[in-house]
C-alpha cells in the first residue's frame, strides 16, 4: 500500500495549510464558541461537502481529501478544524445519506456554505452508549411530524440551526429513525449553556410536541443500520483531530527541549526526554498510518467500519499520551493557560468519549474479531 501523496494531494494539503495560517491562525486559540467566520472562509475556498457529490453541492472528492484538509487546518487552529468537521464528516454527512432530494435542496446549500449549522441529537440522559435506549418518539400527524423528548451532550448545542433528532417511531428497535429539526421549529427549546472541560459549549435541547413537515423526516425505520457506515466518516474526522492536534503538541515540545536549558545545556541532551520524544513519534506516525489506511481504503464511500474503529480507538490514545508528555516536557509553561499545550491536552481528551468511546470501541473491534455480537444487556429488545 502506497501512502506517497500524488502531486494534486500536496496540492490540497499546502492550500489548506495555506489558508489555516493566513485566516486562521492569529487568533487559533482565542476563539470562543463556532468559528463561523472560519466555515464560511472554507466554504469560500471549496473545503467543505469535499467528498459529497456535485449533485448535492459538494465538491466530489475522497475521503482521503477531506482528511487531508482537516489535518492541515486543525493543526494550525482546532477551533477552525471543528467548522471542517462540522461541514465534512459530522451531522451534515446523515441528511445528505438520507435526505429526500428536495429536502437537500433546501437545507444543504446554507449548511455548505457556513450559513447554518446542523449536529446530531443522539445522546440522552439515560442512552449515551446505549443508543438503542433513547427515548424521545416521533408520530405523524396530518402533513407533520410531532417530537417529544430530550436531547443532551449535543455538540454546538447553543449555535445549530438545524438538529437531526434520532427518535423512536415505536417501540423496537427496527422503529428507530431520524428527524431533521430546524431550530426555530414550534416545541423546540435548549437549556442553559454548559462547558465541557474544554471549553466548548453544550446545553439540553427539548422537543416538546415539536411540529415539522413531513418531509424532514430522514428515516421513520432502520435508521441505526443504515447509518452505520456513515458513523465509520465522524470517527475518522474524530481521530484526524485528535492526530493533529497531538502533533501540534509535539512540535511546540521538540522547538521547546531543543532550545530551553538546564544544567548548563539543551533539554533535548537529557536522555530521559529523548525516550520520551522517540515514543511520541512513533505513537503519532502509528496513528497516521491507521487513519491514512482507513481514508484511502474508503475511496468515495465509508471507511471500512473496524478500519475506522482501529483508527479513532489508537489516534485518540495517542492524541492523549502524547498532548500529556508534550505537556510534561514545557513544565510550568506547559500547564499555563497563557500557551495551547493544556488547551489541546483538554481537548482531546475528550475525543476519547465523543464519537465512540474507547471501551465501545473495544467492544465493537471485539465483534469484528469473532464474528458475532455480543449484547451489553441482560435481554435484548426484539
Not at 500536496?10 to 487559533?28: C, N, P, Q, T
Not at 429513525?177 to 414550534?186: C, R, T, W
Not at 492536534?245 to 541532551?269: I, M, S, Y
Amino acid at each position: 500500500m502506497d501512502f506517497t501523496l500524488t502531486a494534486e494531494q500536496r496540492d490540497l494539503r499546502e492550500a489548506a495549510l495555506r489558508l489555516a495560517r493566513d485566516h486562521f491562525a492569529r487568533d487559533a486559540f482565542r476563539r470562543d464558541g463556532y468559528a463561523w467566520d472560519s466555515a464560511r472562509t472554507l466554504a469560500k475556498a471549496g473545503f467543505t461537502g469535499i467528498m459529497m457529490s456535485e449533485e448535492d453541492g459538494g465538491q466530489g472528492g475522497t475521503l482521503f481529501d477531506a482528511v487531508l484538509v482537516m489535518e492541515a487546518v486543525s493543526q494550525v487552529c482546532p477551533h477552525s478544524g471543528d467548522a471542517v468537521q462540522a461541514t465534512n464528516f459530522g451531522a451534515i454527512r446523515q441528511v445528505s445519506e438520507l435526505a429526500s432530494a428536495e429536502l437537500k435542496r433546501e437545507v444543504l446549500p446554507g449548511l455548505l456554505a457556513g450559513d447554518a449549522l446542523v449536529a446530531a441529537g443522539m445522546s440522552e440522559p439515560g442512552a449515551g452508549s446505549a443508543l438503542t435506549e433513547l427515548r424521545t418518539t416521533a408520530r405523524y400527524d396530518g402533513a407533520d411530524v410531532v417530537l417529544d423528548g430530550q436531547k443532551c451532550w449535543t455538540t454546538h448545542g447553543p449555535e445549530l440551526t438545524h438538529l437531526v433528532v434520532w427518535c423512536r417511531f415505536g417501540e423496537r428497535n427496527r422503529d428507530i429513525g431520524a428527524v431533521l429539526v430546524p431550530a426555530d421549529a414550534p416545541g423546540f427549546s435548549r437549556g442553559a449553556t454548559e462547558r465541557y472541560m474544554s471549553g466548548e459549549a453544550t446545553c439540553v435541547t427539548y422537543l416538546d410536541g415539536c411540529r415539522v413537515p413531513r418531509r424532514y423526516v430522514l428515516a421513520d425505520s432502520g435508521a441505526l443500520r443504515r447509518l452505520m457506515t456513515v458513523f465509520g466518516v465522524e470517527r475518522t474526522g474524530n481521530a484526524v483531530r485528535a492526530l493533529a492536534l497531538a502533533q501540534l503538541a509535539f512540535d511546540k515540545a521538540v522547538e521547546h527541549a531543543g532550545t530551553r536549558e538546564q544544567f548548563g545545556r539543551p533539554l533535548c541532551e537529557f536522555q530521559g526526554l529523548q525516550w520520551k520524544f522517540a515514543d511520541m513519534l512513533v505513537q503519532l506516525e502509528a496513528a497516521r498510518l491507521l487513519i491514512y489506511r482507513a481514508a484511502v481504503d474508503a475511496g468515495t464511500g465509508p471507511p471500512d467500519p473496524m478500519n475506522a474503529t482501529m483508527a479513532k480507538l489508537y489516534a485518540n490514545e495517542a492524541a492523549f499520551k502524547v498532548a500529556n508528555e508534550a505537556l510534561q516536557v514545557l513544565g510550568a509553561s506547559g500547564y499555563s493557560t497563557q500557551f495551547p499545550l493544556e488547551y489541546i491536552a483538554r481537548r482531546v481528551r475528550g475525543w476519547m468519549i465523543a464519537g465512540g468511546s474507547l471501551e465501545i470501541l473495544r467492544n465493537r473491534l471485539a465483534e469484528g474479531i469473532f464474528d458475532r455480537r455480543f449484547s451489553q444487556r441482560a435481554e435484548a429488545r426484539p
